[in-house]
């Protein structure tokens, strides 16, 4: 259980690294705000290789998807850090976000295999819990900002460090007792992915889909794009965004425990709807707070235009009087 935690702090360290760094590289490479989402739409097709990755447990095991992630992890990480420019950044950033997401649902499938049913609302609990330690330590190298040395690269750079317990992970990591029962029992080769979509498992399996593919969104508005929306929008410096997470996540540890709770009590389908519904609603409810009088407010399309006319020589058009701006 331990191993799967410290894992888990390391995969969730990656997850919150790509937002705590937004704005310094926004700085570094000179990105505007479509830019930056641009760059996170394309490292969001790692989610195909996660597709492709995941299956892997099913067909290999749990335990070799888990240290195959790992392993290359620390490599990607080492060449984000290093990245001479934004497109190899990006490209990269597509392997991290390929291998983070594979590392997640192997992490998520041992530790379910492994808890019995009455401990695995409490254990998903304390995979919340060590996620938010793994996204507090990117928080925190988010608030020390250009005063960590290399900048934001030494966050990618502490990423690279686990490289070195690769070994140690290695030893320790055993398979699931389950898996090995369905492989001796040859229900592993006789599985195929197209089983989710017969029979009585179709229906789950394409609303699971739907949902899978919305829930990004909602992530990324709500969970990544807050803290550049705070340094980049509202004119706050790293630091007070960094303490804002800090509190905001450590009020937020509250619900692993509430939530494994009503998990046992209420059932794990109502308690996952409401919550998920209750936090996206709190997430759209932070973007109506009022700017304060030292925000900066995104530029207007003539705005935008215009300083790129200045920055290239050449005379930007005024609006007429009829146009918008």
Request: aromatic share 10%; net charge positive.
């Amino acid at each position: 259980m331990q191993l799967l935690l410290a894992l888990t702090v390391y995969a969730s360290y990656l997850q919150a690294l790509p937002a705590m760094t937004a704005p310094f590289l926004a700085a570094e490479f000179q990105l505007d705000d479509a830019r930056i989402t641009a760059i996170a739409g394309f490292v969001s097709l790692g989610a195909f290789g996660t597709a492709a990755l995941a299956r892997m447990a099913d067909r290999h095991g749990r335990r070799r998807l888990v240290l195959a992630c790992f392993a290359l992890l620390p490599v990607l990480s080492l060449a984000s850090a290093l990245a001479p420019g934004i497109v190899s950044y990006a490209v990269a950033q597509i392997g991290v976000s390929a291998l983070m997401g594979a590392l997640f649902t192997g992490i998520v499938v041992v530790m379910i295999e492994r808890a019995s049913e009455s401990r695995r609302a409490e254990g998903q609990a304390w995979f919340g819990f060590a996620g938010a330690v793994g996204g507090g330590l990117a928080v925190g190298f988010a608030a020390l900002g250009e005063r960590m040395p290399w900048g934001w690269r030494g966050f990618w750079l502490v990423a690279a460090l686990p490289l070195l317990a690769v070994e140690a992970v290695r030893r320790g990591l055993g398979e699931t007792e389950r898996f090995r029962r369905a492989r001796d029992d040859g229900h592993v080769a006789a599985s195929h992915a197209r089983d989710l979509f017969l029979g009585p498992w179709r229906r789950r399996s394409i609303a699971l889909l739907f949902v899978a593919a919305l829930r990004p969104i909602a992530l990324f508005a709500t969970a990544n794009w807050p803290y550049y929306y705070m340094v980049k929008s509202l004119a706050l410096s790293p630091a007070t965004a960094s303490l804002v997470f800090v509190l905001g996540g450590g009020i937020g540890q509250l619900g692993n425990p509430v939530g494994a709770r009503l998990a046992n009590t209420w059932g794990r389908r109502p308690t996952a709807v409401w919550g998920s519904a209750l936090a996206v609603a709190s997430g759209i409810a932070f973007y109506w707070i009022p700017l304060g009088p030292d925000a900066r407010p995104p530029p207007s399309r003539s705005r935008t235009a215009c300083s790129r006319a200045s920055s290239s020589r050449r005379p930007c058009a005024r609006p007429s009087r009829g146009s918008p701006g």
